[in-house]
């Protein structure tokens, strides 16, 4: 019974400690905030998220803030209970760095396909088998039509 009674006592306090945050704490509460996806809904911040288990999210970031927990022990806090999925901008690394390279070596690789089929495009000689008579008279053709 006593244990309990301690456990409500630190609870109500953590609570009253939250609830008086100054600005600057309230502010670096609302970054953390913004930064933790809501697990209930699609991509929504713990910020914008009406769902009931974000606003308990946001009182427990709160709290911690009270506690004097640094951002990167509160990120560790809920990537421990949700996962790293709740981060809205996942750590580069591991599966994460791979998902963060994708793009630069897609890019990379396309842009030098592109390169390549160009250059081929403008200096692609002449076939054997063509008809020279009839590609004179198609370029004799143009150059009319030209003003």
Not at 11 to 40: H, K, M, S, W, Y
Not at 87 to 115: H, T, Y
Request: hydrophobic content about 45%; some cysteine; proline content about 6%.
């Amino acid at each position: 019974m006593r244990r309990l009674l301690t456990l409500l006592v630190v609870f109500a306090l953590t609570i009253a400690a939250a609830q008086n945050l100054t600005p600057t704490q309230e502010r670096r509460a609302q970054r953390i905030g913004d930064n933790l996806r809501c697990p209930v809904c699609s991509a929504v911040p713990i910020t914008h998220s009406p769902s009931e288990l974000s606003q308990n999210m946001m009182r427990e970031v709160r709290a911690q803030i009270a506690a004097g927990r640094s951002d990167t022990d509160i990120y560790a806090y809920f990537s421990s209970r949700f996962g790293e999925t709740v981060l809205l901008d996942p750590p580069m690394r591991g599966v994460n760095l791979a998902l963060w390279a994708i793009p630069g070596v897609a890019l990379l690789g396309g842009s030098f396909l592109l390169a390549r089929y160009l250059r081929g495009a403008s200096s692609a000689p002449r076939g054997e088998g063509v008809d020279e008579a009839l590609v004179a008279r198609v370029e004799r053709d143009l150059r009319k039509d030209t003003p």
